[in-house]
């Protein structure tokens, strides 16, 4: 098992571009995780899926941002028109949920970096 | 509403010193609680945790206890060395699926 992977490591755009990240959670871990990491701060939780279905977003997730997870495996965060204050380091986790609903251990990406120009 | 406070940072010691990094929370119901650390230029990583009152998770010579009467989890370690420093976060999972993440401490322990 690699672990949680995440592409592209850094990305560097201008004010107005689209991006789009990729994660790859660790096989076989049904639930996936997006977080914002800005500056000196703690991770903030953006969304999350288990399969396919988008279960929930938070209020940061402006209507600029948009995730899928299509097949339940790779999900996807696009950004479109970026704005300056998007940049920060975007973090994926994937947990496996047991049978008896404990919450598991959230293994962590290396995140990708955004600056937006 | 749900909330998580930690100390701040940074944090400065010399090896073999004690450390202690507190944590707080508020909760309506009784979170799973959970310390990551971030070594430098690497991901999250799971530290330790604990699910329920008074369970004590521990890993790598640290320690946090369940605290449910003075809703703490405070990190704890005996004699820290120059390969703990790094940047640790207090997060609980409040039932709704989602880590809340604190501040950050950032630890620097010096030889």
């Known amino acids: 098992d690699t672990g949680v992977s995440q592409d592209p490591r850094h990305k560097i755009t201008k004010r107005g571009q689209n991006v789009t990240f990729r994660c790859d959670p660790i096989?076989?871990?049904?639930?996936l995780y997006w977080y914002r990491q800005t500056l000196g701060q703690g991770p903030e939780f953006l969304t999350y899926?288990?399969?396919?279905?988008?279960?929930?977003k938070s209020r940061l997730l402006s209507n600029r941002f948009s995730a899928e997870r299509p097949k339940g495996s790779f999900s996807t965060l696009e950004i479109q028109r970026t704005e300056q204050g998007d940049s920060a380091m975007y973090l994926c986790?994937?947990?496996?949920?047991?049978?008896?609903?404990?919450?598991?251990?959230?293994?962590f990406g290396p995140g990708t970096r955004l600056t937006v120009l | 509403g749900n909330s998580v406070t930690q100390m701040e940072g940074p944090v400065t010691l010399s090896e073999e010193a004690f450390l202690t990094i507190n944590c707080t929370y508020t909760?309506?119901?009784?979170?799973?609680l959970f310390w990551y650390v971030q070594y430098p230029g690497e991901g999250l990583q799971l530290l330790l945790k604990?699910?329920?009152?008074?369970d004590k998770g521990s890993n790598k010579g640290f320690e946090a206890t369940y605290r449910k009467e003075t809703t703490s989890f405070h990190l704890e370690k005996g004699s820290v060395q120059v390969s703990d420093s790094a940047v640790y976060f207090c997060?609980?999972?409040?039932?709704?699926?989602?880590?809340?993440f604190g501040t950050g401490t950032r630890l620097t322990i010096i030889p």
């Open positions: 096989s076989e871990h049904n639930r």
């Open positions: 909760a309506t119901g009784y979170p799973s």
């Open positions: 604990a699910t329920k009152a008074d």
């Open positions: 899926f288990q399969n396919e279905a988008q279960l929930e």
């Open positions: 997060a609980p999972n409040f039932g709704n699926e989602k880590l809340t």
């Open positions: 986790a994937s947990s496996e949920r047991t049978s008896g609903g404990a919450y598991n251990e959230q293994f």
